[in-house]
């Protein structure tokens, strides 16, 4: 496609405003932060059959499709306050930007997208699972998975309507993504690990890892979200797995496990230290902060407790550090900026309890949609 500066502009400006406004609001309450909606996203369907095996015989969106009812099924059993939605519950197509917005018109509070990889011929060697959270790390193994995933968006009509002319083949549509980094990275980057560290223990043993990717269904979504390639059918020892029913099954029980582990740290609000690592609401490491410019008119700030223990509130974070005054902060003049893990982390307050700091959350969510509470 050729590349035209003013089209690019306004992909730019598009990404902003939705970066400003948010493409959809959470309407939890600051009482009410329990993990109660998921979506299960079974990638491909319908007219799309994600990548075919060799003989044509196996389709990508059969595997995703069964996979993701025995997930649900497993976490309905054993969480019946769960809601679990699914994008699609038969071989039917949904476009990408409708399985982000079924997740967003829910107020889910995790995005879970099942996929099975695969890669061209000659390369039939690599094998393993591996999850994905939306990041701009455009690599080319990275990027391989990206113009496949993204590609779906040609089976739609009118898609370059719909994606504002995003072009998944094309490397330079990719620079607006780098403007949609928020605070829900930190949590997804949780779910990942859970997903990774529960897979590698199923029938298909290989992690490959998490990875970061600018993944339109994941970009969209205003939640914790991760994609989940479960194998390689290109590969033969994952595609004996993959079409095996009981090691689907294994499949979805890892992938449940998974959830298992991220609904407890989501429900106890257990969140990251500066360090990045996981602190248990126990302990944690102090952070190691640079202030932003204080102000009288700042939100009430609370005592720390006297063991030095406090909570924060994190409206956002992103890959580049912002000046003071930008237009992202909207008006916040105190606040802290960690970085940690190549990302910069804008937090707010300092209270002594968790309720204190529910107390502020839903105003600061009115605002930052991602926000969510962070204990030190």
Not at 30 to 49: E, N, S
Not at 225 to 235: F, M, R
Request: proline residues 3%.
């Amino acid at each position: 496609m050729e590349y035209r500066p003013h089209k690019m502009i306004y992909l730019i400006l598009v990404a902003a405003v939705l970066l400003l406004s948010g493409i959809s609001v959470s309407a939890q309450n600051a009482t009410d932060l329990l993990l109660k909606t998921v979506v299960i996203d079974a990638g491909h369907g319908g007219h799309d059959p994600g990548t075919v095996s060799s003989d044509r015989k196996i389709h990508e969106s059969d595997i995703n499709l069964d996979v993701a009812l025995s997930l649900g099924s497993l976490i309905n059993e054993a969480y019946p306050d769960v809601k679990v939605i699914y994008t699609r519950k038969t071989d039917t197509f949904i476009p990408l930007a409708e399985r982000a917005d079924i997740a967003n018109r829910s107020h889910a509070d995790l995005f879970i997208s099942i996929h099975v990889n695969s890669m061209a011929r000659g390369h039939s060697d690599i094998d393993g699972s591996e999850t994905y959270v939306m990041g701009t790390d455009k690599s080319e193994s990275n990027m391989e998975v990206c113009r496949r995933e993204n590609s779906v968006i040609r089976l739609e009509e009118d898609y370059s309507t719909t994606y504002q002319g995003f072009d998944p083949d094309n490397a330079e549509s990719y620079i607006f993504f780098n403007l949609m980094q928020n605070a829900n990275f930190e949590q997804s980057i949780a779910m990942a690990s859970f997903v990774q560290q529960n897979m590698k223990n199923g029938p298909v043993k290989k992690s490959r890892g998490i990875k970061q990717a600018p993944l339109m269904v994941l970009w969209r979504t205003t939640m914790p979200s991760v994609l989940v390639e479960i194998g390689y059918l290109s590969n033969p020892s994952d595609r004996k797995v993959l079409t095996d029913k009981a090691c689907r099954k294994e499949i979805a029980e890892a992938l449940y496990k998974a959830f298992c582990s991220f609904k407890a740290q989501y429900d106890a609000h257990v969140s990251y230290s500066a360090d990045g690592s996981v602190s248990s609401g126990a302990g944690g490491a102090r952070a190691s902060a640079s202030s932003g410019t204080s102000s009288s008119a700042a939100s009430a700030v609370q005592s720390p407790a006297a063991d030095g223990k406090f909570y924060r509130i994190q409206i956002f974070a992103t890959s580049k550090e912002l000046r003071k005054g930008a237009p992202e902060l909207k008006g916040i003049k105190d606040y802290d900026c960690v970085k940690s893990n190549g990302m910069y982390k804008y937090a707010v307050g300092k209270y002594s309890s968790k309720e204190e700091a529910q107390k502020d959350l839903a105003g600061f969510r009115n605002r930052f949609s991602g926000a969510f509470i962070v204990f030190y």
